[in-house]
């Protein structure tokens, strides 16, 4: 949510709210590195370098962006989160497992196995992604 640019958390002294306008420039500030990135990228490629200023260019937060890089790293950032976890460590819901008849905990660092329990699977274990963030 904080990547995404929609935490509701405001704070309820000064210091937590002077932690969040900080916390939102930083983000900001590397979003628009990204953007800068990607717009270099597709120079040579007008349609692209149109598409990206047209889906991404009118927004100085970066919001979309954010959306986007989210979209296309989730995986990437849960594994990264959890590649120290011990053995045992488990997620504390059983979410793993395409029907709601067999789910399974995350055991193996926090992340689910395919249905033979041989690979990983890219199924994040948890759907917080999805619940209203008051919710959770």
Same mark, same amino acid.
């Given at each position: 949510d904080i990547v995404r640019g929609k935490d509701l958390f405001v704070g309820y002294n000064d210091t937590d709210k002077a932690h969040k306008v900080i916390l939102q420039q930083r983000l900001k500030k590397i979003f628009k590195e990204i953007y800068d990135n990607l717009m270099k990228d597709v120079t040579k490629d007008t349609k692209k370098m149109a598409e990206a200023k047209d889906r991404y260019g009118n927004d100085p937060n970066f919001f979309k962006?954010?959306?986007?890089?989210?979209?296309?790293n989730r995986h990437t950032v849960w594994k990264a989160i959890t590649c120290s976890a011990d053995h045992g460590n488990r997620y504390f819901r059983?979410? +793993?497992?395409?029907?709601?008849?067999?789910?399974? #905990?995350?055991? #193996?660092?926090?992340? +689910?196995?395919?249905k033979s329990f041989t690979e990983e699977t890219d199924q994040v274990p948890t759907y917080f992604d999805y619940v209203p963030q008051y919710l959770r």
């Open positions: 962006l954010r959306e986007d890089w989210w979209t296309a059983a979410t +793993c497992g395409g029907d709601n008849e067999s789910l399974s #905990h995350a055991s #193996h660092k926090c992340r +689910c196995k395919d």
